[in-house]
């Protein structure tokens, strides 16, 4: 099948490798595009079809993979260009969000959900989907690293699921980053981790591994955490906690794509924001 990936980021073009691997051609479209896009797809062995006009007329598949709050936009654009084949939404948005999706696309779209980092090794990443199309879609990615799964329900199940598992990883990420900062701001920050080597040996490696992980890519964990937080309160469940993790990845926002950050500077970047 020829398919194309709308667009090519870190996460994005290992989902393009997996359809390659499963023996489609990847179609992308370069124009608006940064250069480290361009370079990412050309890396992958994607084919450019230049626009999203040109694009919709070549594939039988389409897979969005964007920041969140980009998701829907992009839908109703792929939609207007008057293309009518399947369509996967693998963003990090709320099941409601997802359901806006499908009243654009209809029939055609498929829920999805990433859990785990860019898939470029077995087993660390799952592609979770729910619709009807979704057992079709799945078999886009056979043999390749990224391991497509079906969740019983329709179309916003596969979102929810993304939902509660990123609330916890994520979230708590945030929380333990604005601890170490507040301990820091008190003077205190020597004693929490004396106390945390005793009663939480893992929390003090894990703050330093949420600082490296998280910091970079905080410019897009601040839409998902609103996603998160609308989850939540369609359920009239409370939804501050997810707002505040929010407003913590917006404060880092200033790390985007940087391959080196200390914890340091993170925390200096919390407390002087």
Same mark, same amino acid.
């Given at each position: 099948m020829k398919l194309g990936l709308l667009h090519p980021g870190a996460m994005g073009v290992s989902v393009g490798e997996a359809m390659r691997s499963a023996g489609h051609e990847v179609l992308w479209i370069s124009d608006g595009r940064s250069a480290a896009t361009c370079q990412r797809a050309q890396g992958g062995g994607f084919s450019d079809c230049g626009s999203l006009a040109a694009l919709v007329e070549s594939v039988e598949g389409i897979v969005s993979v964007c920041p969140p709050d980009q998701a829907l936009t992009l839908a109703r654009a792929v939609i207007s260009a008057g293309y009518t084949g399947v369509y996967l939404d693998a963003n990090a948005v709320s099941p409601d969000t997802a359901r806006e999706i499908y009243a654009v696309v209809g029939e055609d779209f498929v829920d999805g959900g990433i859990v785990g980092p860019p898939a470029t090794q077995p087993g660390s990443t799952r592609l979770y989907l729910s619709g009807e199309r979704a057992a079709q879609v799945a078999?886009?990615?056979?043999? +390749?690293? &990224?391991?497509?799964?079906?969740?019983?329900?329709?179309?916003?199940?596969?979102s929810a699921l993304k939902m509660c598992y $990123?609330?916890? *990883?994520? +979230? *708590?990420? $945030?929380?333990?980053? $604005?601890?170490?900062? &507040?301990?820091?701001a008190e003077g205190v920050e020597a004693g929490l981790l004396q106390e945390w080597s005793i009663s939480q040996p893992a929390l003090t490696a894990r703050s330093q591994g949420a600082a490296r992980g998280s910091a970079p890519k905080a410019w897009r964990f601040a839409g998902e955490m609103e996603e998160i937080a609308a989850t939540f309160a369609a359920q009239d469940l409370p939804d501050g906690f997810h707002l505040a993790a929010r407003d913590v990845y917006r404060r880092l926002e200033a790390f985007k794509d940087q391959e080196?950050?200390?914890?340091?500077?993170?925390?200096? $970047?919390?407390?002087s924001h």
């Open positions: 078999t886009w990615f056979d043999g +390749g690293y &990224l391991d497509a799964q079906l969740v019983a329900g329709p179309p916003g199940s596969a $990123a609330a916890y *990883t994520k +979230g *708590t990420s $945030a929380l333990l980053l $604005a601890i170490r900062a &507040l301990a820091a080196e950050v200390s914890l340091e500077s993170v925390l200096e $970047a919390l407390r």
